[in-house]
């Protein structure tokens, strides 16, 4: 059974850190490339960070450039997000992802909330 639970969520002032957790079962994981999307409600959910299989890749959306560094560890199933110089406007419910075969899985997510 495809799982992935999300955890690290939590408040944290404007120009804090925060490192977000994903952990994975129920697929080949080191075979996998993962992503990191964040979502408000009435928008759409947006894709910030990618990572390949074995980490050697990654990709950020314009909106975390710099800011945000995405990471996994595959003896543990593990991927991360690590979150620093927050702003309010990355208060969001952050999911992991992938993609396989056609379906998209996601795990339940986890709330950032940025504000002083």
């Known amino acids: 059974q495809v799982q992935l639970v999300e955890s690290g969520g939590g408040l944290v002032q404007p120009g804090g850190s925060l490192t977000l957790s994903c952990v994975a079962s129920?697929?080949?994981?080191?075979?996998?490339?993962m992503r990191w999307y964040r979502e408000n409600p009435g928008k759409e959910r947006e894709r910030i960070a990618y990572?390949?299989?074995?980490?050697?890749?990654?990709h950020y959306a314009d909106s975390v450039k710099g800011r945000f560094t995405i990471s996994r560890d595959n003896s543990k199933k593990m991927v991360y997000l690590q979150m620093s110089s927050l702003k309010p406007n990355d208060t969001a419910m952050y999911y992991c992802?992938?993609?396989?075969?056609?379906?998209?899985?996601w795990g339940q997510g986890t709330q950032v909330t940025v504000e002083s």
């Open positions: 990572i390949t299989s074995g980490g050697e890749v990654t």
């Open positions: 129920g697929f080949a994981f080191s075979e996998t490339a």
């Open positions: 992802n992938f993609w396989l075969l056609g379906t998209n899985y």
